[in-house]
């Protein structure tokens, strides 16, 4: 049941894009082509939820019991993503070209998207209640669970963005809105949208 | 001098970091529920700007070339983590309110950007003067998002209220962030971009 | 190329390691002064405030401080979470030893502003629990059949909240105050 809380909670009331805004750059500047956010979303999904699993048992077995976890969890954190993100680039290279090619220079941004390292902070440092349980720090399967999890609604609000603005460009739109400015106030009414999910978890 | 000021001048409006480059749209939009709030989130990424700018320009030339965006990125997440302790240190409530968004100065765009883009190849005084500039307008833009977003969502400025009650609580919520920063995206573009 | 990367990665992290050291002292005082001061402000002035102690009750651990005045326990100050709107929401309450409550503080929330984020300012329902008896009143917002009015437009966040506080009543039950003098 708590499992099934933290998805919800994770996909829809706190969507890591319209009520975390975390990872806004990738997702503003991706989302042109329905084709790439899917494959961005993919990549970012993927990262996320390593990275989490990753960084949570460095956190857990290497830095808490030194007592390095102060002053040293930022740049292990940030340390741990980049290579993960080279390697995710070099399998995504072989497996995939066309991929790799579409996503061009923002699959080495996802080391800078702080979407993934926010989430890998959040977990270890956090305390979360849901469904009225007790407050406490994740353990590893809802941490794993909750990273995935807010991955989806990372990916669910940037295909439903890609797919808006594909219509978008079709548009006449007042000059001075053309490109962001439009789509900012795109992204406003679908934050409020999902504003209605609040309070549910 | 000129040449020098420009460099100041440059971050503030031609290269400015949020409605130009459109770097770091997550601080900008989390942390400026009030004038007071992005103007603290602006100044500590500014900190971190201009210390990681002056060491990276001091470093980058002994620095192997395969191996620098690693590099940059323990660098930058040095400052990082030094801000942290400080501010942990002496302003706890404003590391508070802050929360999260001050490990992820880390990933901000602005700063591995401004490394790549400028520090490694200008002098430590021309580095240091980028940092400010970009640093004066990263947390001017915030600073009047802060102001937009408060004015419209709790009727204050900087903390001082001027009408009894409520503002327009969506303003202060998630899509009001959004609304604000594609208005003024909007308004710089006719100002600022012939 | 190793060698660069490995020499920045010492460098910098004997940088931060000594930056801890520095300022490890100033950070535990702050947050030492911050806990004190809001102690302060929930119970009565005066007599000593002891170190945390941790009571276990209804399955969830809480923390607590005992005043005491001339070595006569006076009253307790418990830290009390419970799930808010937006997640955990913590309250110190202050309770005495005839278990009313003398006053409230949120410590952490993560309330919607200008929403549920009010229960730290709203004078109209903070000033509910100050000296409250919860055997005269019941610990519940009105909409539940209690005698507390919840915060407009914010039911769930005052319901937390209004929890919290009936927990901490609890937890203060089954503390036992000491008297050193008999």
Known sequence: MEYILIIVSAIFVNNILLAQFLGICPFLGVSNKLSTATGMSGAVCFVITLATVVTYLLNQYLLVPFGLDKFMQTIVFILVIAALVQMVEIVLKKISPSLYQALGIFLPLITTNCAVLGVAITVVTKEFSFGGSAPHLMNLGEATVYAFATSLGYGLAMILFAGLREHLAGNDVPKLFKGLPIALVTVSIMAMAFLGFSGMV | ?194 | MALCLTAVCLVCSALLGATYAVTAEPIAEASRKALVEAISQVLPEGGEISEANTVEFGGQKYEYYTQSIDGQTSAWAVKSTTSGFGGPLTVLVGVGTDGSVYSTKVLSHTETPGLGAKCQTDEGFLGQFRGLDPSVKILKVTKDGGNIDAITASTITSRAYTLAVSNAVEVAKTLKPENKEE
């Open chain 2, 1 to 194: 001098m000129a040449s020098k000021l420009s460099i100041i001048t440059n971050g503030i409006i031609k290269n400015n970091p949020t409605f130009v480059l459109v770097l770091g749209m997550c601080p900008t939009l989390a942390t400026t529920t009030s004038a007071m709030n992005g103007l603290e989130m602006g100044l500590a990424t500014m900190f971190v700007l201009i210390l990681s700018n002056i060491f990276i320009s001091l470093i980058a030339p002994v620095v192997p070339d395969k191996v620098h965006i690693p590099v940059y990125i323990v660098v930058i997440a040095t400052f990082v983590t030094l801000l942290q302790l400080l501010m942990q240190a002496f302003v706890p409530d404003v590391y508070a309110t802050l929360g999260l968004f001050i490990p992820l100065i880390v990933v901000n765009c602005i700063v591995l950007g401004r490394a790549e883009a400028f520090a490694n190849k200008n002098t430590v005084l021309d580095s240091l003067l980028d940092g400010i500039g970009v640093g004066i307008g990263f947390t001017l833009s915030l600073t009047v998002l802060g102001i937009v977003r408060e004015i419209l969502g709790s009727g204050s400025i900087f903390g001082w209220k001027f009408i009894a009650g409520d503002g327009i609580l969506a303003f202060v919520m998630a899509p009001g962030a959004f609304l604000v920063l594609g208005y003024l995206m909007a308004l710089f573009n006719k100002f600022f971009k012939k």
